[in-house]
């Protein structure tokens, strides 16, 4: 840690931002939450609105509207600024207008002489993710994404409801890309120990193909939500808080988050959603799944999307300049 007081600095004050600021405040995650926009009233009226709520929660957090410069003893800094993904938008549609927003907060973050931990939640979040760690020449370890933390959220849950089983006792990924190629290993998932294959085995009323079913609706969720209310906030919002909470409180917590792969599955060069242990370091390691051949292949898959769209970008910045 930088400090003992738990310190973070948020940069956008968005929905995702401030679900991520409300989460924090209500778990009593932090002790001091520094709020950056580039609308700075915005940011002013953000905080204010926040500490008008201290007296009716457990938390005892100093909330502030700040500058870059807050960032330097800071724990962690977490980026939610950018524009916002549209109605029937990718999240890798999203990429260039994007990139151009992170190199104005970056730049003055690292300049500040902060040392922490860079937490990313803005789309698509496994490239951001990677443009984050270029900027600022952090040790990987220190940069890391939401990746799939929330969709395998969204698993579980699902999950949960249709073997009715206390989601928090499904044990299920989702891996790769925090978008269109993202899969789940099933092979991997399991109900306490059991494995979700074997009960489907067992149990006549836990069909194969509804498991498919439930792999489609996570991969559509967002787009679902977004048709119907323009956004998606609270749920990476409490996401976000999660992994805050695993880094602060050095849990060595196992979490599917957007992390650089050196060689593990056989992929490098990449940053995508795969189970980490994170602890106050930020990304501890890598855990390494035993996957099938099958599961392999489509991480792989995956991983390629990611090494496309981000050689994209660098083409299309090369011929802007």
């Known amino acids: 840690m930088v400090n003992d007081k738990r310190k973070v600095v948020l940069v956008g004050t968005g929905m995702v931002g401030m679900s991520y600021a409300y989460a924090l405040l209500n778990q009593n995650a932090c002790d001091e939450l520094v709020l950056i926009d580039l609308n700075k009233k915005r940011a002013e009226g953000e905080a204010m609105d926040l500490n008008h709520g ?5 938390a005892n957090m100093k909330i502030s509207s700040g500058e870059y410069v807050d960032c330097k003893d800071a ?13 029937g938008e990718t999240r890798l549609a999203l990429l260039k207008r994007n990139a151009k927003v992170f190199r104005s907060i970056v730049d003055p ?3 500040s ?5 860079f937490l990313v939640a803005t789309n698509p979040v496994d ?4 443009i984050t760690y270029m900027l600022s020449g952090f040790n990987p370890k220190k940069v890391l994404g939401t990746g799939t933390a929330l969709d395998t959220a969204r698993l579980r849950y699902l999950l949960g409801e249709y073997l009715r089983v206390d989601p928090r006792n499904v044990h299920a990924y989702v891996m790769g890309e925090h978008g269109d190629s993202e899969f789940v290993p099933w092979s991997q998932a399991q109900v306490a120990t059991k494995s979700i294959l074997e009960l489907c085995a067992e149990n006549p009323e836990i069909d194969r193909e509804q498991l498919k079913c439930i792999e ?3 991969q559509e969720a967002a787009y679902k939500i977004i048709e119907a209310k323009n956004a998606t ?3 990476i919002g409490m996401a976000m808080a999660r992994i805050t909470r695993a880094i602060l409180g050095d849990e060595n917590s196992v979490l599917t988050v957007s992390a650089m792969l050196k060689g593990e599955y056989g992929q490098t060069d990449v940053f995508a959603g795969v189970p980490c242990i994170i602890n106050k370091n930020g990304v501890q390691r890598v855990l390494k799944l035993s996957l099938s051949q099958e599961e392999a292949g489509r991480l792989g898959e995956s991983c390629q999307v990611l090494r496309d769209c981000f050689q994209e970008l660098s083409r299309e910045e090369q011929d802007d300049c």
């Open 54 to 58: 201290l007296a009716f929660s457990g």
């Open 75 to 87: 724990d962690i800094v977490a980026v939610c600024a950018g524009v916002a993904q549209q109605p």
């Open 109 to 111: 973050v690292t300049a």
């Open 113 to 117: 002489g902060f040392d922490g931990i």
């Open 127 to 130: 490239i951001m993710t990677r």
């Open 216 to 218: 489609q609706d996570v």
């Open 233 to 235: 906030y609270y749920g």
